[in-house]
């Protein structure tokens, strides 16, 4: 991914500022967004810098719902665009979160999770929005869900969020915690053509040829942006090849199967992970964000006192990495999953086991981080 | 006549299945009308219009035109017509909603749109009442009027649609009839035309949800009504006893630019002083 070294820019940056140089590497021009902890800072980046990139346009809405309005109305425009936020915004977001899969609107949304319910734990950390993050929008849709874990993955999945909902004309939710994102590291700054940089297809047939929806080899349909010459209608109601409202069962089942074989076929290149010494592991951590970042200390401190522990980092979290989680449960004898909530990515975890081993959860939902010591406890 | 025939020739989807999706007497189709009629008076491209609705019966209007039509979710048109405008100034952009829509569910994006002055056109059809979902009251429904939601009498008093977009900012604020069509359709190329955000109130009789519960005898009675009762804004503010009367026309003309204008600017003038420094 990294291009031939030369003289680089630093910068000691937030996870969170971080996620701006990742979006700005990846083409985005358009943020909408309103203001929220932990995520704020993306937003105040973005004011800041798009006024200087070429096309950049920035807005303050009233709320989140119009916040995601925006975003979609500038994709449909041909804008890469996105927009930030934390759990109670998410929430308010998810109507549209369910109308850009359905209408195949690419954005990239990105929520900060904080600690508890409701207004919860502002400032503090939290993973409680995963389940949420698959399944917050009513009715069966497709969705890709990314995490990391430190700065320099801020820019990366970043990246990889604004190519997968160009590449799959889907949202995609960034997934970070109030740890990664207010973290600030050293991080060398993405030049031009650091990273592959993937813009949706637009078609190249005559505009009456042309059909918005239609079923093709990968299942994504070419998206013109608006004003281009080809016009055609999007709407949130299930619809036809043409886009136009339908109830015919036939072509409502089609839509809908279409929508999740253009996932479904690609989860080779969507779901990324890291594995960390697991190729001999009888000892397994799967965990995401920040505390991975424990899970890491505590696995080496484990090697260190003879037990063959591994780590696999989950940087996909939907679709669920199944054929990089399954392998690893049927040859260890104890996966444990650690989680700043009640238990939600080892829900996935547990439905994959299937009896093959012991699944064991640490769970902390008290807006602390869970620390290698602990778990270092349950592995060693 | 045969200038009808080319119209709908020219700006309805001929791939589209008619006849319309509403109820006999319902006024809707008279205001799609008037959207093609301003647009081809103004001589816009087809590729350069966006139409952008919300949910509702309001929002089965835009899968009838021959422009780039969104139906979005229910009372977030402005939010998505907001985006569009932002990404592509060069875009006419008309919002289509209800009364629902626009000020019940939707009334937060309206007030915002409208004190931005997003460069954006609100064609917002009033009749009164939530005709999809079988005749509830909405924030539009007169005191004292019926609907099922409000079977002893409506006891809120109605939004006044004009004197709060005046006081949000809008640049244009007009309101118009489906009886009075040919000044529905200059108010509507009026509205377009002008910068900033501008809102046309269509009224616009629903028989069905509306009219059959509140003594309407037809849906005729119903456009016999709004000939009766609205009169021009100038004639009105002559009037003595204005009771039962109803307004209609361009009720606030402002001279500003809309935010895509303001935006752009800001860019020009950060580029200049970038130049002027090097």
Redesign the interface.
């Known amino acids: 991914m990294t291009a031939p070294r030369k003289k680089r820019r630093e910068a000691f940056l937030l996870g969170n500022e971080a996620v701006v140089e990742g979006a700005l590497a990846a083409g985005c021009t358009?943020y909408?967004g309103y203001p929220i902890t932990p995520s704020t800072e993306i937003m105040e980046c973005m004011a800041k810098r798009l006024?200087?990139v070429p096309d950049?346009?920035f807005?303050q809405?009233?709320?989140e719902?119009?916040?995601?309005?925006?975003?979609?109305?500038?994709?449909?425009?041909?804008?890469k665009?996105m927009t930030a936020t934390s759990g109670p915004g998410f929430s308010l977001m998810q109507?549209?979160i369910g109308?850009a899969a359905m209408t195949e609107t690419p954005l990239v949304l990105v929520n900060v999770m904080r600690g508890g319910a409701s207004t919860g734990l502002p400032t503090s950390p939290g993973q409680g929005d995963v389940q949420q993050a698959r399944w917050g929008a009513h009715g069966d849709h497709p969705i890709i869900v990314l995490s990391a874990t430190d700065v320099p993955e801020c820019v990366e999945m970043t990246v990889a969020a604004f190519n997968f909902a160009e590449k799959y004309r889907s949202p995609v939710i960034l997934l970070l915690d109030e740890i990664t994102a207010h973290t600030r590291e050293k991080i060398e700054l993405p030049e031009p053509g650091d990273f592959e940089v993937f813009s949706r297809l637009t078609p190249t047939m005559p505009p009456e040829w042309y059909k918005p929806y239609e079923e093709t080899m990968r299942g994504v349909p070419p998206m013109p942006?608006?004003?281009?010459?080809y016009?055609?209608?999007?709407?949130?109601?299930s619809h036809d090849p043409?886009g136009?409202?339908t109830s015919r069962p036939e072509e409502v089942r089609s839509l809908t199967e279409r929508q999740f074989r253009k996932i479904d076929r690609f989860f080779e290149d969507i779901q990324i992970v890291e594995h960390v010494d697991t190729a001999d592991a009888e000892v397994v951590v799967i965990a995401y964000g920040c505390v991975a970042r424990s899970a890491r200390l505590a696995v080496k401190q484990a090697r260190e006192a003879g037990v063959r522990a591994g780590l696999l980092v989950l940087k996909t979290l939907y679709p669920f990495p199944r054929r990089h989680v399954e392998p690893m449960l049927r040859n260890c004898r104890l996966a444990v999953v650690p989680e700043l909530n009640m238990g939600q990515l080892s829900r996935e975890v547990k439905r994959v086991n299937e009896g093959y081993t012991t699944v064991r959860t640490i769970n902390r939902i008290d807006g602390q981080i869970i620390t290698p010591s602990q778990i270092l406890k349950e592995i060693a | 006549m045969a200038e009808i025939t080319q119209l709908i020739h020219q700006y309805l989807r001929h791939n589209k299945k008619f006849p319309l999706v509403f109820c006999p007497g319902c006024g809707h189709g008279i205001v799609l009308g008037s959207l093609v009629r301003s647009v081809h008076a103004l001589g816009l491209a087809k590729d350069d219009v966006v139409i952008v609705a919300g949910i509702g019966c309001s929002g089965r209007i835009a899968a009838y035109v021959d422009f780039n039509t969104v139906h979005t979710t229910h009372g977030r048109a402005l939010t998505v017509a907001t985006g569009i405008k932002m990404a592509n100034p060069k875009l006419t952009v008309i919002a289509v909603m209800g009364d629902g829509d626009a000020f019940s569910i939707g009334g937060n994006h309206l007030i915002h749109a409208a004190r931005r002055n997003i460069g954006v056109t609100a064609l917002v059809l009033n009749n009164f009442i939530y005709g999809m979902t079988g005749g509830q009251c909405s924030s539009t429904t007169p005191e004292g009027a019926y609907s099922h939601t409000c079977p002893q009498g409506q006891l809120e008093s109605a939004f006044d649609i004009v004197e709060l977009t005046r006081a949000a900012g809008a640049a244009g604020v007009s309101r118009g009839t489906v009886y009075h069509v040919k000044e529905l359709d200059a108010l509507m190329a009026e509205a377009i035309s002008r910068p900033g955000f501008n809102l046309v109130e269509a009224l616009t009789p629903c028989f069905t949800q509306y009219g059959r519960g509140n003594g309407f005898k037809s849906a005729v009675e119903m456009f016999k009504w709004l000939k009766s009762s609205c009169l021009s804004v100038e004639r009105y503010e002559k009037l003595e006893d204005r009771t039962g009367k109803l307004p209609i026309g361009t009720f606030v003309r402002r001279d500003v630019d809309g935010l895509e204008t303001r935006w752009a600017n800001m860019r020009q003038a950060l580029a200049a002083k970038k130049g002027g420094a090097a």
């Open positions: 358009f909408a006024p200087h950049g346009a807005i809405m009233e709320d719902i119009a916040s995601m309005g925006a975003v979609i109305g500038a994709s449909l425009a041909g804008r665009a109507e549209q109308y942006p608006i004003g281009s010459g016009r055609f209608h999007v709407t949130g109601l043409l136009f409202p």
